[in-house]
C-alpha cells in the first residue's frame, strides 16, 4: 500500500470518527424531540422529522466511507490478482476452451481472495 493511500484510509477514519460524535448528538436530539412530542409538545414535531432525515443522511454518508475503506483497503490485492488472471487467461488458457462458470468462479476468488485471507 503506498503512502497516499495510508494517509487517505486515515483521514477516512478521521472522518467516520466525526460521523459517530454527530450520530450522538442527533441520537439525543431525536430522544429529546420524541419525549417532548409523547408528552403533547407538538411544536417539537417538526424537530423530529428534521433529525430524522438528518440521521438517514447521516448513515447513508457512514456507509458511503465505510464502503469506500473496504475497498482502499484490498484494492491493491484485488487489482494485483486481476491483472495476474487476465494475463493467465491471455497468454496461457489460450488454446483451451473456458466455460463461463470457470471464468466466473476464478472471479469470485479474485474478487473475495481479501476477505478470506487470515
Known sequence: MYYNDFQRIKRMEKTLERLAYLSVF??????????????????????????????TIEVAFAAVIFASLVALKH?????????????????????KKVGFTLVLRKLLQIVLAPFASN
Request: aromatic share 12%; charged share 15%; glycine share 2%.
Open 26 to 55: 442527533l441520537d439525543a436530539m431525536v430522544a429529546v424531540a420524541t419525549f417532548l412530542v409523547i408528552r403533547g409538545v407538538q411544536a417539537y414535531s417538526l424537530m423530529l422529522t428534521i433529525s430524522n432525515y438528518l440521521l
Open 75 to 95: 484494492y491493491r490485492s484485488v487489482i494485483d490478482r486481476a491483472a495476474l488472471a487476465s494475463f493467465r487467461n491471455k497468454y496461457m488458457a489460450s488454446n
